[in-house]
């Protein structure tokens, strides 16, 4: 166990829809990331927030965005959605401090499937 | 920009022999470079991880990897594999600390053969 959490854990819905996935991270961690896990592209990372801020963006499509709360909680939304959208969404979590050991921590996974 | 290069999909490999996954990296700089684990149905697990120093690195479940300058390479090895392997092995590079994210290779898919 990672100790970072996602929610839900798997998402059907319909073309055209929107929908929201939640990534709690580690305790004490303030860098989220979010990444997604297709067939065709392989592992992509999509965005990056730090103590609430953006900090990098990927290969993130303008229809979708984040967030990262006081709580340092993270939701990532999907609108106007596609069937090539359906794939695997992880949350990561790391620790700030780039004097220690610097890795990211993934969650298990929103498994998004599109209709 | 970063890349990751994983030339083998599958590897098959009989149970108790050696392993060796390949990885390529390119990028200017010595990255940060991983090795993660990924079971069906699972999150990605952490294997391994080189930032600097002693070029071989030990990690978790048996597993080392070596980094190599000259060939940019950053390959994945266990002397003896168990059934309990088989899954999907990613490396993945950092060139920014978090700048980029990671950029992940492809994967290779592990079978283990009793």
């Known amino acids: 166990d990672s100790g970072v959490t996602q929610t839900p854990k798997h998402l059907i819905t319909a073309t055209g829809q929107r929908v929201t996935l939640r990534c709690s991270p580690r305790?004490?961690?303030?860098?989220v990331y979010w990444y997604q896990q297709s067939l065709d592209q392989g592992l992509q990372f999509l965005i990056q927030?730090?103590?609430?801020?953006?900090?990098a963006k990927g290969n993130i499509l303008e229809r979708f965005s984040a967030q990262q709360f006081p709580d340092l909680h993270s939701e990532l939304n999907l609108s106007s959605l596609e069937l090539g959208d359906s794939a695997l969404y992880f949350c990561?979590?790391?620790?700030?401090?780039?004097?220690?050991?610097?890795?990211?921590?993934f969650g298990p996974g929103t498994r998004l499937t599109v209709t | 920009a970063q890349s990751v290069t994983q030339p083998d999909i599958h590897i098959t490999v009989s149970e108790g022999a050696s392993l060796e996954l390949r990885c390529n990296y390119s990028?200017?700089?010595?990255?940060?470079l991983f090795w993660y684990v990924q079971s069906p149905g699972q999150g990605l697990q952490l294997l391994l991880k080189?930032?600097?120093?002693?070029?071989l690195v030990q990690g978790i479940k048996g597993f080392e990897a070596e980094f190599k300058r000259s060939q940019s390479s950053f390959n994945l090895r266990k002397p003896s594999v168990h059934w309990s392997d088989a899954a999907e092995y990613f490396c993945?590079?950092?060139?920014?600390?978090?700048?980029?994210?990671?950029?992940f290779g492809k994967g290779t898919h592990l079978i283990i053969q009793p």
């Open positions: 993945a590079v950092d060139s920014g600390g978090g700048a980029d994210g990671l950029t």
């Open positions: 305790s004490g961690d303030l860098s």
């Open positions: 990028y200017g700089a010595t990255p940060y």
């Open positions: 990561a979590s790391s620790d700030h401090d780039r004097t220690t050991s610097y890795e990211q921590y």
């Open positions: 927030y730090y103590n609430g801020e953006e900090r």
């Open positions: 080189y930032f600097s120093g002693d070029t």
